[in-house]
Nanobody
Framework: QVQLVESGGGSVQTGGSLRLSCVVSGYTYSKYSLGWFRQAPGKEREWVSSINIVGTTTVADSVKGRFTISQDNAKNTLYLQMNSLKPEDTAMYYC??????????????????WGQGTQVTVSS
């Protein structure tokens, strides 16, 4: 069974930075396509960024130029570097994994495995 555990969330002021981490365990890390999503209260889960097994990335327009996804295969860890944070970035952030490792997946329905989430709060 694949397990994903996020960390790194917290409270920051507008313009601040955070780096989220997601440790993937339970199977060979490098066999997954990975992604970050977020969900604010009362809103649908929103795709943020994805990375595939060969390191190709894609990012949502709403965070382009501010957020960067990366992975460390040696540590079985996925990262999301978030800079220039805005109040509208406030949400629970989730990492997700799927075995279609060469694909860049963007829909929540595409991902088979999910973490429990880490809260990010940005104050003005």
């Amino acid at each position: 069974q694949v397990q994903l555990v996020e960390s790194g969330g917290g409270s920051v002021q507008t313009g601040g930075s955070l780096r989220l981490s997601c440790v993937v365990s339970g199977y060979t890390y490098s066999k997954y396509s990975l992604g970050w999503f977020r969900q604010a209260p009362g809103k649908e889960r929103e795709w943020v960024s994805s990375i595939n097994i060969v390191g190709t990335t894609t990012v949502a327009d709403s965070v382009k130029g501010r957020f960067t996804i990366s992975q460390d295969n040696a540590k079985n860890t996925l990262y999301l570097q978030m800079n220039s944070l805005k109040p509208e970035d406030t949400a629970m952030y989730y990492c997700a994994a799927d075995s279609r490792r060469y694909y860049l997946l963007r829909s929540p329905a595409d991902f088979a495995y999910w973490g429990q989430g880490t809260q990010v709060t940005v104050s003005s």
